[in-house]
């Protein structure tokens, strides 16, 4: 099991960028995948993830309606769209495979190296 995280880099806040987590070993449709993110002297925090069963997608708040998360079968990869991004939303983001849907660490058990993204102008 591995996934690549990949995307990342310095963009202006109001710009977009698009975030990538290419899987192998394994189906990203058959499981919970989620991104997490982790800002220096922080906690790793959900930001957002998409279930298994039915492709739901749930968002943190401060991200909702800003970054939209999706994932493609034929390349099975996963990808965060992150539009609009603010200042704060600097931080090393992860992709990880779960068991359960949650904004906590605890249930997933493979992560990505991490991509560093950097808000500023």
């Known amino acids: 099991v591995q996934l690549q995280a990949s995307g990342g880099g310095l963009v202006q806040p109001g710009g977009s960028l698009r975030l990538s987590c290419a899987a192998s070993?394994?189906?990203?449709?058959?499981?919970?995948i989620a991104w997490f993110r982790q800002a220096p002297g922080k906690e790793r925090e959900g930001v957002s993830c998409?279930?298994?069963?039915?492709?739901?997608?749930y968002y943190t708040d401060s991200v909702k309606d800003r970054f939209t998360i999706s994932r493609s079968t034929a390349e099975n990869t996963l990808y965060l769209q992150m539009n609009s991004p603010k200042p704060e939303d600097t931080a090393v983001y992860y992709c990880?495979?779960?068991?359960?849907?949650?904004?906590?660490?605890?249930?997933?058990?493979?992560w990505g190296q991490g991509t560093q993204v950097t808000v500023s102008s």
């Open positions: 990880a495979r779960g068991s359960e849907l949650a904004y906590a660490p605890g249930p997933y058990k493979y």
């Open positions: 070993g394994f189906t990203l449709d058959d499981y919970v």
């Open positions: 998409i279930s298994s069963s039915d492709g739901s997608t």
